[in-house]
C-alpha cells in the first residue's frame, strides 16, 4: 500500500510540476472525435476510420524525422520539399528508366541520406543555424523536384505496382491483426514488469505487479477491440502498420541506446554533453541524416497512396502538417524532451481533424485556421510546461 502511495504521489508531483504527458492529446483526440461523430456520424465508422489511419503514414513518416531534430533542439523545414524530390525520383527511376521498384526506392532513400548529410555538415562544421539552412534546402529541393520530373510534370505509378498496391489495396489478415495486438500488449506488460524489477531492486519507488497486469490487459482490449472495428470494413492497412514499425523501432532507439541517450544530451544542452564525452557533431550529423531519409520514405508513401508524382507533391501543408505533428504530439520546440511516438500521436491528430472537416464540408481555409490553433495551443502548452518545470526545479 506505501509503495502505491508512493507511486500516486510522485505521479502528481509530475503533474503539478507541468509535466502532464500525452494526456492533452489524448483528450483532443477524445474531443475531436465527439464533435465530428456529432456533426457527421460517418466519422468514426470503421471503414472511415480505417481510411484515416492509412492518410497518416506519409505524413507521419514525416513528422517522425521532425521528432527527431526537435530532440536536439533543431528544426529542418524542408522535409516537404525532400518528399518532393524522393517522390519524383521513384516515378522518373520505375516509370521513364524502368528500374526495378526496389533500386527506385533505395535510389529516393539514398537521396535523402545525402541530403541528410550535407545539412549536418554545414550545422556543425560551419555552425550554419539549422532554420537558415534548411530553409535554403527548401528552395533548392523544389527546384530539383522541378527537374527531376522534367517536361512531363506529373508521372503515374502503374496501379497494378506492388508499392502501388501496398499503399492503397493491402491490410493485413484478420488473424494477424489479433497477434499483433496480443503480442504487442504483451511486450509492453513484459517491458513494465522489468522496469519495476529493476527499480524495486535499486530501492526506488515502482509500480505493483497487479497494476502493471491491468495496464497491460487494458491496452489488450483497447487493440483487439480496434482491430475487431477496423475489421468490420477493410481492416488495419499494411502501410500504417510499417509506420507503427518506425515509430517502435525509433523509440526503442531512443531510450535504449547509446545513441538515444547522446540525442537527449544534445539537446538538453549541447556543452554539457560535449564535457561528458560525448561526440556531439556525429550525433547531429546522424539525425539530420534520419531526418531526411525518413522524409524521403515519406514521399515514397505518399506517391505511392496517390499513384503518382508531380510537381505539387510534399508542397503545399505536406511541411507544415509534419511539423506540427511533432509538435502537437509532444515533442519540445526546445528540445531534449519528447518522444517517438509524438509523431504518431500528432499526425493522428492532424488527419482527424482535416478529415473531420472534410466531411462536414467545411473549405481549406477554415482547416488551416483550425490546425494553426491547435498548433499554438501545442506550443503554448509546451511553453508553459517548460516554464513550470524550470520553476520547480529553482524551487
Same mark, same amino acid.
Given at each position: 500500500m506505501n509503495?502505491?502511495? $508512493?507511486?500516486?504521489?510522485l505521479t +502528481?508531483?509530475?503533474?503539478? #510540476?507541468?509535466d502532464?504527458?500525452r494526456m492533452?492529446?489524448?483528450?483532443? +483526440?477524445v474531443?475531436i472525435? =465527439?464533435?465530428?461523430?456529432t456533426l457527421?456520424p460517418v466519422f468514426?465508422?470503421s471503414?472511415?476510420?480505417?481510411d484515416?489511419?492509412m492518410?497518416c503514414?506519409?505524413?507521419?513518416?514525416?513528422s517522425?524525422?521532425?521528432v527527431?531534430?526537435?530532440?536536439?533542439?533543431?528544426?529542418?523545414?524542408?522535409v516537404?520539399?525532400?518528399?518532393?524530390?524522393a517522390?519524383a525520383i521513384l516515378a522518373?527511376?520505375?516509370?521513364?528508366?524502368?528500374w526495378?521498384?526496389p533500386l527506385a526506392?533505395g535510389?529516393?532513400i539514398?537521396a &535523402?541520406?545525402?541530403?541528410?548529410?550535407?545539412y549536418?555538415?554545414?550545422?556543425?562544421?560551419?555552425g550554419l *543555424?539549422?532554420?537558415?539552412?534548411?530553409?535554403? $534546402?527548401?528552395?533548392?529541393?523544389?527546384?530539383?523536384?522541378l527537374?527531376v520530373l522534367?517536361?512531363?510534370?506529373?508521372?503515374n505509378? *502503374?496501379f497494378?505496382?506492388w508499392?502501388?498496391?501496398f499503399a492503397?489495396?493491402m491490410?493485413l489478415?484478420?488473424w494477424l491483426?489479433?497477434l +499483433?495486438a496480443? &503480442?504487442t500488449?504483451?511486450?509492453y506488460t513484459?517491458t513494465?514488469?522489468?522496469?519495476a524489477?529493476r527499480?524495486?531492486?535499486?530501492e526506488l519507488?515502482?509500480?505493483?505487479?497487479?497494476?502493471i497486469?491491468?495496464?497491460?490487459a487494458l491496452?489488450?482490449i483497447g487493440?483487439?477491440g480496434?482491430c475487431?472495428y477496423?475489421g468490420?470494413?477493410r481492416?488495419v492497412?499494411?502501410?500504417?502498420?510499417?509506420?507503427?514499425?518506425?515509430?517502435?523501432?525509433?523509440h526503442l532507439a531512443?531510450?535504449?541506446?547509446?545513441?538515444?541517450?547522446?540525442?537527449?544530451a544534445?539537446?538538453?544542452?549541447?556543452?554539457a554533453?560535449r564535457?561528458?564525452?560525448?561526440r556531439?557533431?556525429?550525433?547531429?550529423?546522424?539525425?539530420f541524416?534520419?531526418?531526411?531519409a525518413?522524409?524521403a520514405?515519406?514521399?515514397v508513401l505518399?506517391a505511392?497512396r496517390?499513384a503518382?508524382?508531380?510537381?505539387?507533391?510534399?508542397?503545399a501543408d505536406?511541411n507544415l502538417?509534419?511539423?506540427?505533428?511533432a509538435i502537437?504530439?509532444?515533442a519540445?520546440l526546445f &528540445?531534449g524532451?519528447? #518522444?517517438?511516438?509524438?509523431?504518431?500521436l500528432? =499526425?493522428?491528430v492532424?488527419?482527424?481533424i482535416?478529415s473531420?472537416?472534410?466531411?462536414?464540408n +467545411?473549405?481549406?481555409? =477554415?482547416?488551416?485556421m483550425?490546425? &494553426?490553433?491547435?498548433l499554438v495551443?501545442a506550443?503554448?502548452l509546451d511553453?508553459?510546461t517548460r516554464r513550470s518545470r524550470?520553476g #520547480?526545479?529553482?524551487?
Amino acid at each position: 500500500m506505501n509503495r502505491d502511495a $508512493g507511486v500516486v504521489a510522485l505521479t +502528481l508531483a509530475r503533474v503539478r #510540476s507541468g509535466d502532464v504527458g500525452r494526456m492533452p492529446v489524448v483528450l483532443a +483526440l477524445v474531443v475531436i472525435a =465527439v464533435v465530428f461523430q456529432t456533426l457527421n456520424p460517418v466519422f468514426l465508422t470503421s471503414r472511415h476510420l480505417s481510411d484515416l489511419l492509412m492518410q497518416c503514414a506519409a505524413i507521419g513518416t514525416i513528422s517522425l524525422g521532425i521528432v527527431l531534430v526537435l530532440l536536439i533542439g533543431e528544426i529542418d523545414l524542408s522535409v516537404g520539399s525532400m518528399s518532393g524530390v524522393a517522390a519524383a525520383i521513384l516515378a522518373v527511376g520505375a516509370v521513364q528508366l524502368q528500374w526495378p521498384l526496389p533500386l527506385a526506392i533505395g535510389a529516393a532513400i539514398a537521396a &535523402g541520406c545525402v541530403v541528410g548529410v550535407c545539412y549536418g555538415v554545414l550545422r556543425t562544421k560551419l555552425g550554419l *543555424p539549422s532554420f537558415v539552412v534548411t530553409l535554403a $534546402g527548401l528552395l533548392g529541393l523544389l527546384g530539383v523536384q522541378l527537374w527531376v520530373l522534367g517536361d512531363a510534370g506529373s508521372i503515374n505509378l *502503374p496501379f497494378d505496382s506492388w508499392i502501388v498496391q501496398f499503399a492503397q489495396q493491402m491490410y493485413l489478415p484478420h488473424w494477424l491483426a489479433y497477434l +499483433l495486438a496480443v &503480442g504487442t500488449a504483451l511486450a509492453y506488460t513484459a517491458t513494465l514488469l522489468r522496469r519495476a524489477r529493476r527499480r524495486a531492486a535499486a530501492e526506488l519507488e515502482s509500480e505493483r505487479t497487479l497494476t502493471i497486469v491491468v495496464r497491460g490487459a487494458l491496452l489488450l482490449i483497447g487493440l483487439v477491440g480496434a482491430c475487431w472495428y477496423l475489421g468490420l470494413s477493410r481492416g488495419v492497412g499494411v502501410m500504417f502498420v510499417v509506420f507503427v514499425v518506425l515509430v517502435v523501432a525509433a523509440h526503442l532507439a531512443l531510450t535504449r541506446t547509446r545513441w538515444g541517450r547522446s540525442v537527449f544530451a544534445v539537446g538538453g544542452s549541447i556543452e554539457a554533453a560535449r564535457r561528458a564525452g560525448i561526440r556531439v557533431d556525429r550525433v547531429v550529423v546522424s539525425v539530420f541524416v534520419l531526418c531526411s531519409a525518413l522524409a524521403a520514405t515519406g514521399g515514397v508513401l505518399a506517391a505511392a497512396r496517390l499513384a503518382a508524382a508531380n510537381q505539387s507533391t510534399g508542397a503545399a501543408d505536406t511541411n507544415l502538417n509534419a511539423i506540427a505533428a511533432a509538435i502537437i504530439g509532444g515533442a519540445s520546440l526546445f &528540445g531534449g524532451r519528447g #518522444s517517438a511516438f509524438a509523431a504518431l500521436l500528432g =499526425v493522428v491528430v492532424i488527419q482527424a481533424i482535416s478529415s473531420g472537416l472534410t466531411l462536414v464540408n +467545411l473549405s481549406s481555409a =477554415v482547416q488551416f485556421m483550425v490546425t &494553426g490553433a491547435v498548433l499554438v495551443f501545442a506550443v503554448a502548452l509546451d511553453a508553459v510546461t517548460r516554464r513550470s518545470r524550470l520553476g #520547480s526545479g529553482a524551487g
